[in-house]
């Protein structure tokens, strides 16, 4: 749970104390039970999909007999990846299909993937368009709901959270829910509440599930890591276990079981570094009798290079994503009115200071950094084997952002990619292009609706939409 704490926002805010119910995903033992483990002294570490081993009896996952020659149905996953503040428009385009595409500068690190990209143009949240700058425009994207001002927050539950509903009965965490960057609370100047800025994951109209934004409290929860054992290594303590797996799969298992613990070995290390940098500094806060969501980075324990903190947080989507841990993920890498600071891109403004020159080359050298992230992010699960593809191919990852240009505060379209085929269901290699459609063709809420049923979610209307987006 997020305490509560008061806070300076920014420039435009004044301050508020925001109350937040936690968030508890509830446990689900049935499902539980019918997967695969590797169980440890405080420690229970979920498996990849391991084809010689009995298949997870879930819905979204076939059962099929050793015997039978039907492919195996793998789950689907979707995640939303967040960058606030908009991009630069001049350098965010692509012509072309397939390999042939053609891309802008900043979508330049997605070339090895441009057969799994879909670039969608013109497409536009309508309830956040001339309510507000800032925060009106980003705590309903995933939702499409008006969000009412004043201190009552109220708005509506988010794409990402309706799948969890239903897609997150089949696993052990509905959805997984990380930031980079601590959420800030008061008021804006157009009289939302801060917490539209910090959150676009909503559980209810007026409850935003809180992020995650260290590293080492995500990757306990992975591996239900808790207590003493914290830390001692998770794989020390599962090696019994997994040598005696080690033994009863094929040789191809193996080499997937080895690829998992390398993966997994690589990134608990990472995360040892900052564990220790987190007690540190929740024992300064609690010396200095201020809350820790109060302090800057790194004295808030949180990583002082940002490009360490978002890979991990990459590293841990993919994980949970390989293990089926979650199949639902909501990874905000910034957030609007970002304060985030780019010295290894040679940018001396803040992000939000950036993006109000948003076609200069520092922030179009901050836009291609983003997408450098949702790219690493791609990479990794398309590295993952499953079945004849790999898990990007079962794997929709929306990346979007609340505005187009920053400099005029303009989300009248919005920068949007796709990447991943989402279990054969969804097309891709593609640029489309919704700007001339009309508005009641161009709605975001349409593209939810789309995405929510290729996962058998199947909803009358969501948002401000209850038409789904044609040629998706």
């Not at 420039?11 to 997967?35: C, D, F, K, L, N």
């Not at 959420?183 to 800025?197: D, K, L, R, V």
Request: proline letters at 6%.
């Amino acid at each position: 749970m997020q305490p509560e704490h008061e806070h300076d926002p920014s420039e435009h805010g004044t301050s508020a104390v925001i109350r937040m119910r936690p968030y508890v995903a509830p446990r689900r033992e049935m499902s539980v039970s019918r997967r695969n483990f590797l169980r440890g002294s405080g420690v229970l570490m979920a498996l990849p999909f391991l084809d010689s081993l009995p298949a997870w009896a879930s819905p979204a996952v076939d059962a099929k007999p050793a015997e039978s020659n039907l492919p195996r149905k793998y789950p689907q996953r979707f995640a939303a990846v967040f960058a606030g503040n908009g991009i630069n428009g001049n350098h965010w385009w692509a012509k072309g299909t397939g390999a042939d595409m053609e891309l802008g500068r900043t979508l330049e690190p997605l070339a090895p993937l441009r057969a799994k990209l879909n670039v969608i143009n013109g497409l536009f949240n309508r309830p956040a368009v001339g309510v507000g700058i800032h925060p009106g425009m980003t705590g309903n994207i995933l939702s499409g709901m008006p969000l009412m001002k004043g201190a009552v927050l109220r708005g509506g539950i988010s794409l990402d959270q309706v799948l969890a509903n239903r897609v997150g009965e089949e696993t052990m965490q509905a959805s997984l829910v990380l930031g980079c960057e601590q959420p800030i609370t008061g008021y804006h100047e157009t009289n939302f509440s801060m917490a539209y800025s910090s959150h676009i994951s909503w559980q209810s109209a007026d409850s935003p599930v809180p992020m995650e934004v260290y590293p080492s409290l995500a990757f306990d929860s992975l591996f239900e890591n808790r207590g003493s054992n914290r830390t001692q290594s998770i794989l020390d303590r599962v090696q019994e276990e997994a040598s005696r797996l080690s033994r009863k799969i094929s040789s191809e298992d193996n080499r997937k079981l080895d690829e998992y613990l390398t993966s997994v070995r690589e990134v608990e290390k990472r995360v040892e570094r900052m564990r220790g940098d987190q007690a540190k500094a929740a024992e300064n806060a609690r010396d200095r009798g201020r809350p820790l969501i109060v302090m800057n980075r790194p004295d808030n324990g949180l990583p002082e290079d940002i490009r360490d903190h978002m890979r991990l947080m990459c590293d841990i989507v993919a994980l949970a994503f390989q293990t089926d841990k979650t199949r639902i993920a909501t990874l905000v890498l910034c957030r609007d009115l970002s304060g985030l600071f780019y010295p290894f891109l040679g940018v001396k403004k803040t992000h939000h200071s950036a993006s109000h020159d948003d076609q200069s080359e520092d922030y179009q050298k901050i836009a291609h950094y983003y997408v450098g992230n949702l790219a690493y992010l791609a990479s990794r699960l398309d590295a993952m084997p499953e079945g004849e593809g790999t898990v990007l191919d079962n794997t929709c990852l929306l990346y979007l952002s609340n505005m187009w240009s920053g400099t005029r505060h303009d989300n009248t379209k919005l920068p949007l990619l796709t990447v991943g085929g989402l279990g054969g269901t969804l097309a891709t290699g593609r640029v489309l292009d919704f700007g001339g459609a009309g508005d009641e063709n161009r709605k975001l809420c349409s593209l939810h609706l789309s995405i929510m049923d290729r996962m058998g979610v199947k909803l009358p209307r969501f948002g401000d939409a209850d038409q789904r987006l044609a040629g998706i």
